[in-house]
């Protein structure tokens, strides 16, 4: 069994800054998979925001976020960040990481095979 668990999300004003933090647990080779983050508002389908490769040599982003957010990833910890800068309140939403066992970063939320329970980041303006 694999345990997702994400953490750091809350209320921040618009232009500020949030990190979450997504730790890994149980059965995992943390360090063979590749990590996605995801983001659904109310009443929107999940949207893939970035990701990073196993080794975190690769990262990539959708447009609506790049040169605002970063992936980083310990895997001596077990655990994927996404730092958010200059936030927007588009960005509010419920944030959700998953592992994708292939190792390559996908964009298709179909791919991943475990999920975190998600944790709120919401952006007033």
């Known amino acids: 069994q694999v345990q997702l668990v994400e953490s750091g999300g809350g209320l921040v004003q618009a232009g500020g800054s949030l990190r979450l933090s997504c730790a890994a647990s149980?059965?995992?080779?943390?360090?063979?998979?590749?990590m996605g983050w995801f983001r659904q508002a109310p009443g929107k389908e999940r949207e893939f925001v970035g990701g990073i490769s196993w080794s975190g040599g690769s990262t990539y982003y959708v447009d609506s976020v790049k040169g605002r957010f970063t992936i980083s990833r310990d895997n001596r910890k077990n655990t994927v960040y996404l730092q958010m800068n200059s936030l927007k309140p588009e960005d509010t939403a419920v944030y959700y990481c998953a592992a994708d066992t292939g190792g390559r970063i996908e964009t298709d939320p179909l791919a991943y095979d475990y999920w975190g329970q998600g944790t709120q980041v919401t952006v007033s303006s």
């Open positions: 149980g059965r995992i080779t943390f360090s063979r998979y590749a």
